[in-house]
C-alpha cells in the first residue's frame, strides 16, 4: 500500500488518497500448462454473418456455448469482467446458470500464419450474447459479443472529429 501524502520527487505534489497495488505471479489453484483465451473481450457482427473469433494460447479450445442476455446483463457482467482485466488467474466468470442456452458447439480451430480463430458453425439473431468456452475442468473463458445491423467508427483530434454510423445491411 501506498500511503496518502506521498511526494514525488523534484514536485511538490503528493498523492491524495493511499493506494493498494495488486500483482500476481503465478495462480495458487492452477497447475495447467495449456490454456486457450480470446483475443478479445467483446466482439461485434453483425446477423448476416457468422461470428469469428480470433483466439491465442495452446492445447484444445473447449466446447463453446452460446447464452443470450437482455442489454442490462450484458453491460453490467461486462463491466464486472473490465474490473479484473489486469489479471489472468482472477477473472470474474459470469455464472450460467439460468442464462438461455442459444448454442452449443465444439469449435475446430483454425490457424493462419499470423493468428488463430473460431468460426461459429451458424449466424445469430440481433441481440446480445455471453460465449463460454470450457478449455479444462478448471479454466473458462468467456466473451462478449454483440450482434447488431449497426457500425460505427470513430476518430478524435484535438480540433476535429469524425463519427461515422452506417447499417451493414442496407
Do not use: C, H
Not at 501524502?5 to 514536485?11: M, R, T
Not at 478449455?135 to 476535429?160: D, F, G, H, K
Amino acid at each position: 500500500t501506498v500511503k496518502k501524502g506521498v511526494a514525488l520527487e523534484g514536485s511538490a505534489e503528493t498523492l491524495g488518497e493511499g493506494k493498494a497495488v495488486q500483482f500476481e505471479t503465478v495462480s495458487n489453484n492452477n497447475t495447467s500448462t495449456k490454456y486457450f483465451s480470446f483475443s478479445n473481450p467483446i466482439y461485434e457482427f453483425p446477423s448476416s454473418e457468422k461470428p469469428v473469433m480470433q483466439m491465442y494460447g495452446e492445447g484444445a479450445v473447449g466446447k463453446f456455448t452460446v447464452y443470450k442476455l437482455d442489454e442490462a446483463s450484458f453491460i453490467a457482467t461486462l463491466k464486472k469482467e473490465q474490473g479484473n482485466g489486469w489479471s489472468y488467474t482472477q477473472k470474474t466468470i459470469v455464472p450460467v446458470a439460468g442464462l438461455q442456452k442459444v448454442l452449443e458447439f465444439n469449435p475446430s480451430l483454425k490457424k493462419t500464419k499470423y493468428s488463430d480463430y473460431v468460426e461459429f458453425p451458424q449466424t445469430l439473431g440481433n441481440g446480445f450474447y455471453l460465449i463460454n468456452s470450457q478449455v479444462s475442468p478448471e479454466i473458462v473463458e468467456q466473451a462478449w459479443l454483440q450482434v447488431t445491423p449497426i457500425s460505427a467508427y470513430a476518430t478524435l483530434s484535438q480540433r476535429r472529429s469524425l463519427i461515422w454510423v452506417n447499417s451493414v445491411e442496407t
